[in-house]
């Protein structure tokens, strides 16, 4: 095996060279051979071919270099390898054919020798070329290449493929492209042949013994995205996804070190948010922003990202300890210049949050404090409220003391038509919020609202992992249960968008797009571990715990929804609120809290927030997102 690899080991470039200019003779006499039907050939006819012939190998040899046949390697010649000989075999022996007229007159030199000689040195120049390749692909095993399937003839899919030739070193080969457009099918790119459409590779994948499969379609939205993770999965092959936003424009290359596992986020396939960075950079560069609840999943994600926009200090707030060490030692790491300060605190301390506030001074201020785990915050009423209501309150009045600029709220979608308490006690918080604006002028007070971010604290996906990797069985409240989900990055970047946009006082709705069924979540983080739902890994379906609703809304009937400048964030006009003896109801809460009084708490909340009910949601008061922008 090591001779025969030694001995198609031709990459030199010097050795290119002596084979095309060897090739030059052979092809010149077997054009005269050739005229003369393979019989002897005439001696004033071979005298005249040998003298012409130094004059054949200059000129030809001299357009093969400046033409640049000798830029690539034969190791992954391709269509443009053949048409630059081509292009030299044509140039040449049309320079050759006039200096032989110029200086023979055609004497004893057939005019059909060019033509031949045309055909010829195409033919020993490209087929050697071929065959070299075509017998490094046969050893591809034997040099431990990995076969790659390409999905998507695309942009995308020709940098890909291109990457993977010019760098062998790492492991993989492309060995075909698959597309659905018709038109594309039977090309080549790069070399590499467009076998088929998107529906064929679980056929594919086992004719050409691929072993792996790669997504190249960075575009996909989610039902194309779904579709090919799922035609993937069928052919029992790896698969890996180029990241949206991974190549490389400038060099129009992939970068193949980002090459990575297909991951539940990819589903979502939501189209990149279009941010405007100078305009967020413009509202929190050079200011003090505090993050309230900046260890959790959210807050700590809201603290990265505001660390890139060169706040003049970054405060993080937050109860625990250990969350609290995590992201500073991040912080500290990632951004060493980031003047930061950490916060061990509770929002409901009122003396702790103003000893912040008065110590800080902050600019605006992020408030993802909360507790919100649906079927626990049920039998926690009064921690609920504490938190979520009284500690909003708390961090509000603060802001609103200090004449802080901006306030914006960490929301939720489970506060309209709240059935359960964390979503009452969300809906609450944006009241507070609301109130505190209508009192304070000199401090714009903001809601976000938005739905289920993957791989938050306490969210199915890390449950559903860790199920997962312990066999099973996977457990699903409902077969018809769905939510909306975003990632927590794309998530905290349209909340910085929403507090640069507002002018105070607004609920701003992010578009979460479509909702995606649970048991379908599940069986896809089932099928991308490399398992089969049912088969391997069971899935479990437990019944709708206490406070939950089959599908969540964005936003209730009451809120008609307004574009914004930004396309993903849309403006819920919110609905009136009587804040006559809001105040008081407010201290009530404070007191039953005291006193750990949760009947009166639950009174007291659905008092203050009149939507709040424990059955289920009337379908009248949906209204779909898609529905309200028309």
């Known amino acids: 095996m090591k001779i025969a690899r030694s001995a198609i080991r031709l990459r030199s470039r010097g050795g290119a060279i002596a084979h095309d200019l060897l090739m030059i003779p052979v092809a010149w006499l077997g054009a005269f051979w050739l005229r003369f039907n393979l019989d002897s050939i005439p001696a004033e006819f071979l005298d005249q071919a040998f003298r012409l012939l130094p004059v054949i190998v200059v000129v030809q040899g001299s357009i093969f270099l400046y033409l640049g046949l000798y830029r690539g390697v034969w190791r992954f010649a391709s269509m443009p390898d053949l048409v630059r000989i081509v292009q030299a075999v044509v140039v040449g022996t049309a320079v ?16 059909a020798s060019f033509p031949l000689f045309a055909v010829l040195l195409v033919t020993f120049l490209s087929g050697p070329r071929l065959a070299y390749r075509w017998i490094k692909d046969r050893w591809r095993g034997a040099a431990n290449l990995k076969a790659v399937l390409i999905v998507g003839a695309g942009n995308t899919g020709e940098q890909l493929a291109r990457s993977l030739l010019r760098d062998p070193s790492r492991g993989y080969h492309p060995i075909g492209f698959v597309d659905d457009d018709p038109r594309k099918k039977g090309r080549e790119i790069r070399g590499v042949r467009v076998l088929g459409h998107c529906g064929q590779i679980p056929e594919l994948g086992t004719h050409t013994r691929a072993e792996l499969v ?26 890996q996804i180029v990241p949206r936003g991974q190549q490389n424009a400038a060099s129009t290359r992939v970068a193949l070190d980002e090459l990575r596992e297909v991951a539940i986020e990819d589903l979502l396939s939501r189209k990149p948010a279009r941010l405007d960075w100078p305009g967020m950079r ?19 994600e809201m603290c990265r990202q505001i660390a890139q926009l060169d706040p003049s200090h970054l405060v993080v707030v937050d109860i625990s300890e250990f969350n609290l060490y995590r992201i500073h030692r991040e912080l500290s790491d990632a951004c060493p210049n980031l003047p930061l300060s950490v916060v061990l605190a509770d929002v409901c ?35 609920a409220v504490r938190v979520n209501v009284l500690g909003t309150h708390t961090v509000a009045y603060a802001a609103a003391r200090h004449a802080t600029g901006r306030f914006v709220l960490v929301s939720s979608d489970k506060a309209v038509n709240p059935t359960n308490t964390m979503g009452a006690s969300k809906r609450l918080a944006e009241k507070v919020c609301h109130a505190v604006h209508d009192e304070s002028p000199s401090t714009r007070f903001m809601v976000v609202r938005f739905g289920n971010v993957l791989d938050s604290a306490g969210s199915v996906v890390p449950l559903f992992r860790d199920q997962i990797a312990r066999g099973g069985p996977v457990t699903v409240t409902d077969r018809d249960m769905e ?6 990055s794309e998530a905290c970047q349209l909340v910085m968008a929403s507090a640069a946009l507002g002018k105070g006082g607004e609920v701003f709705v992010l578009d979460m797009g479509e909702p995606m069924r649970i048991v379908y979540l ?10 089969i739902p049912g088969e391997d890994v069971a899935i479990e379906f437990t019944g709708a715990r206490p406070g939950e609703k089959l599908s969540e809304e964005l936003f209730h009937s009451a809120e008609p929804l307004d574009a914004t400048s930004h396309e993903k964030i849309l403006l819920a006009r919110h609905r009136p609120v009587d804040y006559a003896g809001f105040a008081t109801h407010l201290m009530e809460l404070r007191k039953a809290c005291d006193a750990f009084d949760e009947p009166a708490l639950g009174r007291i909340l659905a008092g203050l927030v009149p939507e709040y009910h424990g059955g289920s949601t009337p379908m009248e008061s949906v209204v779909p997102i898609a529905r309200a922008r028309r």
Not at 286 to 294: C, E, I, P, Y
Not at 356 to 382: C, I, N, T, W
Not at 522 to 531: D, F, N, P, V, Y
């Open 483 to 488: 939510r909306y989900f975003m990632t927590i």
């Open 96 to 111: 050759c054919a006039t200096i032989a007229f110029l200086a023979t007159r055609m004497a004893h030199v057939p005019r």
């Open 349 to 383: 301390d009122t003396t702790a949050v103003e000893r912040v506030f008065e110590r800080y001074g902050p600019d605006v201020v992020f408030h993802a404090a909360a507790y919100k785990h649906v079927p626990m915050l049920e039998s926690q009423v009064r921690e």
């Open 282 to 300: 413009d509202e929190l560069a050079d200011h003090t922003v505090l993050v309230t609840g900046g260890g959790g999943s959210i807050g700590s």
């Open 214 to 239: 790669v997504i190249a379609v960075p575009s996909a939205n989610t039902a194309q995205m779904r579709r090919l993770v799922e035609c993937c999965e069928r052919s029992n092959v790896p698969m």
């Open 522 to 531: 599940a069986e896809q983080m089932i099928r991308l571990s490399g398992k």
